[in-house]
């Protein structure tokens, strides 16, 4: 998934470097030697979606199942936006089929297509259930993600421990309240 080579790894390292410089710190200290480099590798394999087509990982079987599809706990880190942190959790997501089943496995990969990018957390959930609601064509879907973010747990209101939950309803999920409380319930968050 992580397309390195669209991704300016010099341009990072020199832009690491500026940061070690502006903090005060001294860049040819022994420490920080290679420091711009790795940094650069961890931001290119990190937000190694960015320009990735989630379609790749779509593979769409025909299949009778008419009951909801429920992938939970899917492990995925990805990258707040807004101060280029890790927020880290697990996705839950269910569809209703409608003729057309996805291989289980690229669920997840859907999501992480999404989650390596610069991301917000309820954009993210959005753009999951969007893309399965155009590519699958189910009759809905839900999408909910718990999450951990680091810009909140080590800086500002300093709230470790605290989870951040985010939900998306599409289609049948939404406009009816009993399968609404169905695939909740499975979810059980
Ligand atoms: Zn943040």
Do not use: W
Not at 31 to 59: C, F, I, Q, W
Not at 69 to 95: N, Q, R, T, W
Not at 116 to 134: H, I
Request: aromatic share 6%; charged share 25%; net charge neutral.
């Amino acid at each position: 998934m992580g397309k390195d080579g669209e991704m300016d790894l010099a341009r990072i390292e020199a832009a690491v470097s500026e940061i070690i410089l502006a903090v005060g710190e001294d860049p040819k200290r022994e420490g920080l030697l290679g420091t711009p480099k790795r940094v650069a590798r961890m931001y290119a394999e990190l937000l190694g979606g960015t320009n990735s087509d989630p379609k790749e990982h779509l593979r769409v079987f025909s299949e009778n199942y008419d009951e909801i599809v429920l992938l939970k706990d899917i492990p995925f880190y990805s990258v707040c936006e807004h101060h280029m942190m890790p927020f880290i959790g697990v996705a839950h997501v269910a569809y209703l089929p409608d003729g057309r089943v996805l291989g289980i496995s690229k669920l997840a990969r859907i999501v992480d297509s999404f989650a390596k990018r610069l991301q917000l957390q309820e954009r993210l959930t959005g753009q999951v259930a969007d893309f399965l609601m155009e590519n699958l064509q189910p009759l809905g879907v839900t999408v909910v993600i718990e999450a951990s973010h680091s810009c909140m747990t080590i800086r500002g209101a300093k709230k470790s421990g605290a989870t951040m939950v985010t939900s998306a309803l599409r289609g049948i999920f939404k406009k009816d309240s009993r399968s609404r409380n169905e695939v909740l319930s499975l979810i059980d968050v």
